[in-house]
């Protein structure tokens, strides 16, 4: 499976090549179906993506409000290029699975597929020749913030450092506010880093905080993680409780309400999950509501094996604020049948972790009734 030339991809290296990629304006205005297209061009030999539905909790229809419609938010750990081919040592998985001139558009394939209106995604190091001009062809604003020392640089003929990505569709939301946060442990800097961004949105006149993380790899590593994540919760407490608001069911409860997308490394056992369950933002996990008491999380986020082993772990997570936003569907989990026994990454699927999607919709106070 040699790689593949695209119109798509011609046309914007041709583009890139005449316009500086701090100014997205010449990728404007792309047809979505017709990248998709493209993108099944180029995979026609490659089997199938799984086919996964989406899931309603408790059976409830789609909300169709036309003042308070429904936010699709994706969340993925796409898998760095450098260390899916260099480091990662997926011994089950054909190195011409991971050539980067197909393995490109299954990711874009998978995007395109559910077009999100906020795409949260990790070990993003095709950030500016790829993700950012594809992105805001489709009308997406992005931010990147790379790993201050990121494995990626240490494989030969790297594309440079690897770190978490978020886009957001300009038709749905206007920026308010950007923070890039290098977490901390202990008070001493980490590798990890975490974008959040404040946004507000124009169909309900609301503000919604997006934050993005990939927290430390590994086992051993329980302590750190969860010293990030408190971190973390103490820079999203700061921001989602600063300045004023028009909107009152905000101005009651004293904070922007909050989504926090990302890979935290972290099965539901670790203490790091704890910490983000019992915060005092009220948070709740999105994929709980896939179990029949809505209180388990999937069996497995990523499923790989390596040369230490077979690895099926819940490592990913959509955390929301419950009390100011509900949870309209879910895109469900592939099944063991679906993943294949050579499990992730493949021909199939682009990744070594399941892309994570879910629609929420902010609560209507009762005010808002009168």
Not at 44 to 72: E, M, V, W
Not at 201 to 225: D, F, I, P, Q, Y
Request: with cysteine; hydrophobic share 35%; net charge negative.
């Amino acid at each position: 499976m040699g790689g593949s030339s695209s119109r798509l991809f011609g046309t914007l290296a041709q583009s890139l090549n005449s316009a500086p990629l701090a100014q997205p304006e010449p990728y404007l205005n792309q047809d979505p179906d017709q990248l998709l297209r493209e993108c099944e061009e180029a995979l026609q030999r490659r089997p199938a993506r799984p086919h996964r539905d989406l899931f309603y909790p408790s059976g409830t229809a789609p909300c169709r409000h036309k003042h308070n419609s429904s936010i699709r938010i994706m969340q993925w750990n796409i898998l760095a290029q450098a260390l899916g081919e260099g480091k990662d040592g997926f011994i089950r998985c054909p190195l011409d699975a991971l050539n980067w001139q197909e393995r490109k558009y299954l990711i874009l394939e998978e995007i395109l597929t559910y077009r999100p209106d906020i795409l949260c995604l990790q070990e993003v190091d095709h950030y500016y020749d790829t993700f950012q001009p594809i992105m805001a062809s489709l009308g997406y604003q992005g931010s990147f913030l790379a790993k201050p020392w990121s494995p990626c640089l240490d494989v030969e003929q790297n594309n440079g450092p690897d770190g978490c990505a978020l886009f957001y569709r300009s038709a749905r939301f206007s920026l308010q506010a950007t923070a890039h946060l290098r977490l901390s442990a202990l008070m001493l800097p980490t590798n990890q880093v975490a974008i959040v961004q404040t946004l507000n949105c124009k169909v309900t006149g609301r503000r919604l905080c997006v934050a993005v993380t990939h927290l430390k790899a590994r086992s051993g590593w329980e302590r750190l993680r969860s010293a990030q994540g408190a971190d973390l919760l103490q820079s999203l407490c700061s921001i989602t409780s600063q300045g004023g608001s028009s909107c009152q069911t905000e101005v009651e409860s004293g904070t922007i309400p909050l989504v926090v997308c990302g890979d935290f490394n972290a099965e539901p056992s670790e203490d790091v999950y704890r910490r983000f369950s019992s915060s005092t933002l009220g948070l709740n996990s999105a994929y709980k509501l896939l179990s029949s008491d809505g209180q388990t999380e999937p069996a497995y986020t990523s499923w790989k094996i390596r040369p230490s082993g077979e690895s099926c772990s819940t490592l990913d997570y959509i955390w929301y604020t419950h009390d100011a936003l509900s949870v309209d569907c879910l895109l469900n989990i592939p099944t063991e049948e679906q993943i294949g026994p050579d499990r992730l990454p493949s021909y199939h699927y682009p990744s070594d972790h399941l892309s994570l999607l879910c629609d929420v919709i902010f609560r209507e106070g009762p005010h808002r009734l009168m």
